[in-house]
């Protein structure tokens, strides 16, 4: 009977404690420093990108959605990237060169880099994947969107534009 009411317990309030991960940011919060280690450039700090609002995406090459949705992000960095905001994508694979060899394939135009550590993984909350994280200029975060999207559609060109208070055409 202990057991059961134990497991009745987890049942219930495990999915909130797994919600956050290790050092999460929540919306609201504001990014850390941690290091950015370049899949096709060099090594940079997540303080260097201050000053512009920042669509990041963390995703990995084994994840299917996460797949499918680098085409829109790579249009919508292509469109507005370094103008009203930057785009970057933050991977989790294991292996930086599988990582390395599908942004190289897929041709992606914005800057991606490893997470050797796991330490943006925590920070950003990323405890799935897709997920994308919209960040004012300050280093805010904003707005967390889980699941593959169509980033360069209407919609959410708009809603990225409402929530970094950028204007796009």
């Given amino acids: ?57 963390v995703w990995a090459s084994w994840c299917a959605p996460c797949r499918a949705e ?7 960095a292509r469109g507005h990237n370094g103008r009203q905001f930057n785009v970057i994508g933050i991977s ?16 992606v135009s914005f800057d991606n880099y490893i997470d050797r550590d796991l330490v943006l993984e925590n920070m950003l909350g990323a405890s799935r994947i897709p997920l994308t994280v919209l960040v004012d200029a300050k280093g805010k975060v904003l707005a967390k969107h889980y699941g593959a999207r169509e ?7 708009a809603l990225i534009a409402r929530t970094l208070g950028v204007k796009l055409d």
């Fill in 151 to 157: 980033w360069d559609s209407r919609e959410n060109k």
């Fill in 1 to 57: 009977m202990k057991a059961l009411a134990a497991a009745a317990f987890l049942a219930a309030f495990l999915p909130a404690v797994l919600a956050a991960t290790p050092g999460e940011v929540p919306v609201g919060g504001t990014l850390r420093e941690a290091p950015l280690y370049g899949l096709t450039l060099d090594f940079r700090k997540l303080s260097d990108l201050r000053g512009k609002p920042l669509v990041i995406n």
């Fill in 92 to 107: 989790t694979d294991d292996y930086p060169e599988k990582a390395q060899a599908f942004v190289v394939g897929a041709r």
């Fill in 70 to 76: 680098m085409g829109s992000l790579d249009r919508l």
